[in-house]
């Protein structure tokens, strides 16, 4: 699986790149800004774009606008976006559109390099990886009806769903039954009056759209 990296900080690079090439992607090509990015996708057409939120010349949205160029000109590519800080409002510009194939992490995840690589082959796969530092604030920010309709359990849930998490994997995560997970995930569309849907993406989608991450 081809990825390119775009990121300005060369040491942070090489790290992406040894990360990326241990999780069995091959790195295609490599660019420190915005130009390079784009020119890189147009002559590898990689199945992964890692890109830093903020790069030359302004070291403002450059990443995030490129992001969305990339998905302008190549529907479909999936592309994570790396940012130092939880920036809202960027997740928010590019989740809007179509939440498959979509990702936004914190460069701390790099650490963990088991759970990054996991939450890029995620996205590379077609589903959604957002930072649970992310998912947090978003909560908290619409902690308001009909949120607080719902239990503490099921807001649990909720934000695990919004991570990109599986059934399994939120049952992993909270020690309960899948047939648990199941039922709280119904207990929620119902009282966010939103439909039930199957598909990864199609769940954190719902989500998103309750969060008003698409109108942030």
Same mark, same amino acid.
């Given at each position: #699986? $081809?990825?390119?990296? %775009? ?14 090439? #241990? ?7 490599? &660019? ?12 590898? $057409? ?31 590519? /999936? ?52 930072? /649970?530092?992310? +998912?947090?604030?978003?909560? =908290? ?11 503490? $359990? ?5 934000? =695990? #769903? ?12 909270? +020690?309960?039954?899948? *047939? %648990? ?8 569309? &119902? ?22 991450? *698409?109108?942030?």
């Amino acid at each position: #699986m $081809r990825a390119v990296i %775009a990121e300005d900080s060369v040491l942070l690079r090489v790290g992406l790149i040894k990360v990326l090439e #241990m999780g069995g992607f091959q790195v295609a090509a490599e &660019a420190g800004d915005a130009e390079g990015l784009l020119a890189a996708v147009a002559e590898h $057409r990689p199945e992964l774009a890692l890109i830093d939120v903020r790069m030359p010349p302004g070291f403002t949205d450059e990443g995030v606008r490129a992001a969305m160029e990339i998905r302008r000109r190549w529907p479909g590519t /999936p592309v994570v976006l790396l940012s130092q800080y939880v920036e809202e409002r960027y997740a928010a510009d590019l989740l809007s559109a179509n939440t498959s194939g979509v990702g936004y992490l914190l460069k701390q995840r790099v650490a963990d390099v088991a759970d990054f690589v996991a939450a890029v082959r995620r996205v590379a796969d077609g589903g959604t990886a957002l930072d /649970p530092q992310v +998912v947090a604030q978003l909560l =908290l920010r619409r902690d308001s009806d009909p949120l607080s309709r719902l239990t503490h $359990r099921e807001r649990e849930v909720l934000g =695990l #769903m919004a991570e990109g998490r599986s059934n399994a994997g939120i049952a992993q995560a909270l +020690v309960v039954s899948e *047939s %648990a997970v199941a039922k709280h995930i119904n207990n929620i569309f &119902a009282k966010l009056d939103l439909p039930v849907v199957d598909a990864d993406h199609r769940r954190v989608l719902a989500v998103l759209r309750f969060l008003g991450a *698409s109108g942030a």
